[in-house]
């Protein structure tokens, strides 16, 4: 019984393995995505600071 069981479970976990990582590396990359945006957006900030010559919120 225990044979059978485990064998139930690895069959349903195991085909989740290949999706899950796939989530994994797309989330990695939405991060990256994201960091480089926020410093692309701070560095327009500092711009626009420079350029006006005030502090803009």
Not at 46 to 56: L, M, P
Request: net charge negative.
């Amino acid at each position: 019984m225990d044979v059978e069981l485990l064998v139930i479970v690895l069959a349903v976990v195991l085909p989740l393995y290949p999706s899950l990582f796939v989530i994994y590396e797309r989330i990695g990359k939405y991060e990256v995505i994201c960091a480089e945006f926020e410093a692309h957006r701070d560095e327009h900030q500092k711009s626009k600071e420079a350029y006006h010559g005030t502090r803009i919120n």
